[in-house]
């Protein structure tokens, strides 16, 4: 005799094998729990020490006023160096020249030095008179007071020599006007018992010298434009530091 026993059909087999996949619940089961996947941040991952962006912004800001600073620096520094170009080529052209009258003792050999000086320091002051600035002022065709403001007396130290020095905007009228009046000194002192007084260098326009110098100023323009381009420089990375600190 036969023992008869059911049998699962194939359809629940697959049923039961389904659901157990599917987990026990839906509220809070191993399914619902691996449903739940994390998400990426949508502002996506950051390189590690990497600056943030507001460092980023302050270099920037930082980086550009060091440019301007640098611009404002040149521009300043050009400024200064051509103007102080166009100023020293206007400036006006006079010519020096200088004649010297040495003087010694006459008769008398045993003079000191100092005597000697001290009467040299006499005919300075005939030198500068008026009869001589006007003699040397007709003889070079310049006015007296012309003459007066270009005309310089003096002794050189430890020495009896007698320096006439005239600048004038022509190199002959000053040369003629030096010689002149060393001419004038010389008459004096020939009546002299003590010294006598010798021209011993006249004035040459040749050799005349150009006042102001020229390449004296161009030295000076072009230290006066590095100092201001240095100066602002300075200070627009001062301007700068102190933007970086309050921001």
Excluded: C, H
């Excluded at 520094?77 to 020096?96: D, H, K």
Aim: hydrophobic share 45%.
């Amino acid at each position: 005799m036969s023992q008869w026993q059911p049998q699962q059909s194939a359809g629940d087999g697959a049923r039961t094998t389904q659901d157990a996949a599917q987990g026990p619940s839906k509220d809070g089961g191993p399914a619902a729990s691996t449903a739940a996947s994390p998400q990426t941040s949508p502002s996506g991952p950051r390189e590690p020490g990497g600056p943030p962006p507001a460092d980023d912004a302050r270099a920037a800001r930082s980086s550009a006023l060091r440019r301007r600073g640098v611009l404002a620096a040149l521009l300043a520094g050009l400024l200064v160096l051509v103007a102080g170009l166009v100023i020293i080529e206007q400036l006006p052209t006079r010519y020096s020249t200088k004649s010297t009258i040495s003087f010694a003792p006459r008769s008398q050999p045993n003079v000191s030095a100092d005597v000697i000086e001290l009467v040299a320091n006499k005919y300075a002051v005939v030198a500068s008179s008026t009869t001589s600035v006007a003699s040397a002022a007709e003889a070079a065709s310049v006015t007296r007071k012309e003459l007066r403001n270009a005309l310089s007396v003096s002794v050189a130290a430890n020495t009896a020599n007698l320096d006439i020095s005239v600048s004038l905007p022509d190199a002959n009228e000053a040369a003629t006007a030096a010689n002149t009046v060393a001419a004038v000194v010389s008459r004096a002192a020939a009546d002299d018992q003590l010294i006598a007084g010798e021209i011993t260098a006249r004035a040459d326009p040749v050799a005349a010298q150009l006042q102001p110098s020229r390449s004296l100023l161009r030295v000076v323009a072009v230290a006066a434009a590095l100092l201001v381009a240095g100066w602002v420089s300075f200070a627009a990375r001062q301007i700068s530091r102190r933007a970086g600190r309050t921001r």
